[in-house]
């Protein structure tokens, strides 16, 4: 029995440490900054232009339209080379999940001493006494 003096707990929060707190702010705004006044570089040439920019209209020359068509091919071929193109090793874990596709050693499947393949699992098993106990479903073999 609950007396007077025992309190329900449900719903009421643990005490913040206001200093621990504090400091896992700091840590966290330590690497971001704001900048007040924003000034755009108008001498760099932006990857997409506004036509409607003022400050974006530059007279195109032949030597930076060719800049720029190389700069495009060169992008569309980094895309479309995948990492093992890229690097001779994988770089990162998830890279050595099929990397190496071929196997160590060539396995003749004929030779019954190394390849054993399981013909029926218990799961299969189930399964096909199931189809054949349904008489609605034919199973095709």
């Known amino acids: ?10 719903g009421i929060r643990m005490p913040i440490n206001v200093h621990m707190l504090n400091a896992i702010i700091a840590r966290e705004v330590k690497h971001f900054r704001n900048y007040k006044t924003y000034r755009p570089n108008f001498g760099a040439l932006p990857v997409s232009g506004k036509f409607h920019a003022a400050h974006d209209i530059q007279i195109e020359t032949e030597n930076l339209k060719l800049k720029v068509d190389d700069y495009c091919k060169e992008v569309t071929k980094a895309r479309s080379m995948g990492p093992r193109s890229k690097y001779s090793t994988p770089v990162t874990s998830n890279h050595e999940y099929g990397w190496h596709y071929k196997p160590l050693i060539n396995l003749d499947r004929n030779d019954r001493r190394f390849y054993q393949p399981i013909t029926e699992s218990d799961d299969t098993k189930i399964e096909i006494i199931i189809h054949m106990s349904n008489p609605k479903s034919k199973l095709k073999t």
Do not use: L
């Not at 029995?1 to 449900?10: I, L, N, P, R």
């Open 1 to 10: 029995m609950v007396g007077a003096s025992d309190k329900c707990t449900f």
